[in-house]
C-alpha cells in the first residue's frame, strides 16, 4: 500500500526592516510618534542601498508602519517593483512612549523608569495619557505579523517597515524569549531581520543584517574607546539598551 504523502506545511516568511536612519536617531532624541521625522540624508542613502541588496527578493507586499520614516523606507523598498504599493498598517507603529516622546536618551537614563524598561520591560508602561505597555505593543504588533502571514498565499515572503523595539519584540516572540529578553537584541537602522513562519514555529534565519564589513567588531583602542564612549548612543550606560532603538552600531 502506498503511504499517503503529508501534507506541505504552510511557510510565509517575513522580512522584518527598521527605517532608515533619522536626525533624531543621530541626536540621541526619542522620536516616537512625532510627525514629520524624515529620513536624514544618511538614512536615504541606507534605503537605496538595502532596495538594491533586496531586488532579487521576490515580495508579494510591502507593510509598513504609518510614521514618515518608515513610509519613505518602504517606499524606496517597494519602487521598480510592478505597481506593487505600500501598504500601512498601524499596529506595525513605534511604541507609543507617551510623556518619553521628544526627550533625550541622556536625560530619561536619569528617570527611574529607565532600569525597568531595561531589566523587566514587561512591566514597564510609558507615562502620560498616551502612554503604552511594552507588553501591549509587542502584543499588537505580533497580531499583526499573523494576520498577514494568514492573509497571504503560503509560500509567501512579504516585507515589513517598522521600528527598533517593535522588530525586536517580535523577533523575541519567534524565539520563544519572554519580554524581559528582548533588550538583548540589537536592531539597527535599515537592519534586515527574517523570520520563516510554519505551522509548527518560527524559524528566525537572520538578525539585524546591514550587510557591513566587520570590522566594527574589532574593539577599538582603549583611548579611543573612551572618547567614543562619550558620545556613542548619547552616554548611555554601557550594557544598556538605547530605548526606540538609537542611531546604530556596536552597544
Known amino acids: ?33 512625532t510627525p514629520g521625522v524624515d529620513l536624514d540624508d544618511a538614512g536615504r542613502a541606507q534605503s537605496e542601498q538595502l532596495a538594491d541588496r533586496l531586488r532579487p527578493v521576490a515580495l508579494a507586499a510591502v507593510v509598513s508602519s504609518p510614521l514618515e520614516r518608515c513610509l519613505q523606507t518602504a517606499q524606496a523598498l517597494a519602487a521598480g517593483r510592478d505597481g506593487l504599493q505600500v501598504q500601512v498598517d498601524p499596529d506595525l507603529g513605534e511604541c507609543h512612549y507617551g510623556d518619553w516622546t521628544g526627550r533625550k536618551l541622556a536625560d530619561l537614563v536619569k528617570d527611574p523608569l529607565w532600569r525597568v524598561v531595561q531589566a523587566h520591560p514587561s512591566a514597564a508602561r510609558f507615562p502620560g495619557a498616551d502612554g503604552e505597555a511594552l507588553r501591549d505593543m509587542q502584543a499588537r504588533a505580533v497580531d499583526s505579523v499573523r494576520t498577514w502571514n494568514a ?17 525586536k519584540a517580535v523577533v523575541a516572540d519567534a524565539l520563544g524569549l519572554h519580554l524581559d529578553q528582548f533588550q538583548r537584541i540589537q536592531v539597527d537602522p535599515c537592519s534586515v531581520s527574517v523570520v520563516r513562519y510554519t505551522e ?3 524559524f528566525v534565519v537572520r538578525l539585524n543584517d546591514t550587510g557591513r564589513s566587520l570590522d566594527g567588531l574589532v574593539p577599538p583602542p582603549r583611548r579611543r574607546a573612551r572618547r567614543e564612549r562619550a558620545t556613542a548612543e548619547h552616554a548611555l ?8 532603538g538609537g542611531a546604530g552600531g556596536t552597544p
Open 1 to 33: 500500500m502506498t503511504r499517503a504523502r503529508p501534507k506541505a506545511q504552510p511557510v510565509t516568511t517575513l522580512v522584518l526592516v527598521r527605517h532608515g536612519r533619522t536626525a533624531a536617531n543621530a541626536d540621541g532624541t526619542l522620536a516616537g510618534w
Open 151 to 167: 492573509r497571504l498565499p503560503s509560500g509567501s515572503t512579504w516585507l515589513a517597515v517598522s521600528h527598533a523595539d517593535v522588530i
Open 200 to 202: 509548527l514555529r518560527p
Open 237 to 244: 550606560p554601557v550594557g544598556d539598551a538605547a530605548v526606540g
